[in-house]
């Protein structure tokens, strides 16, 4: 995942570019490409983002220089918990 914003949005705007593949003994997912998702930043350092067609949902929050959440088909069947770090 790539979150970014661009110079015409608030801060609290967050567009991001996604794939997702997953296996398990009874389902295989894999998008064909990049999604594009977008959502907002809480005040309360929460982040929701989600696709155009709803189909991938993201959730989380930043901790120090972490970003911590789940990745959802629909919303509600979570794929996987994932954790990105913040590299100077």
């Given amino acids: ?15 991001a570019d996604a794939s ?9 997912l894999q998008t064909v490409g990049l999604i ?7 005040f309360d350092d929460r982040l929701d983002l989600e696709s155009r ?7 989380g929050r930043f ?3 972490r970003l911590v959440g ?5 919303g509600v069947a979570p794929v996987g918990d994932v954790a990105f770090t913040r590299v100077r």
């Fill in 1 to 15: 995942m790539d979150p970014a914003t661009s110079p015409g949005s608030t801060t609290a705007d967050v567009t």
């Fill in 20 to 28: 997702l593949e997953y296996s398990s003994p009874l389902l295989r």
């Fill in 36 to 42: 594009a998702l977008s959502g907002r930043l809480g």
């Fill in 53 to 59: 067609s709803g189909l991938l949902t993201f959730e």
């Fill in 63 to 65: 901790v120090r220089n």
């Fill in 70 to 74: 789940t990745v959802a088909i629909a």
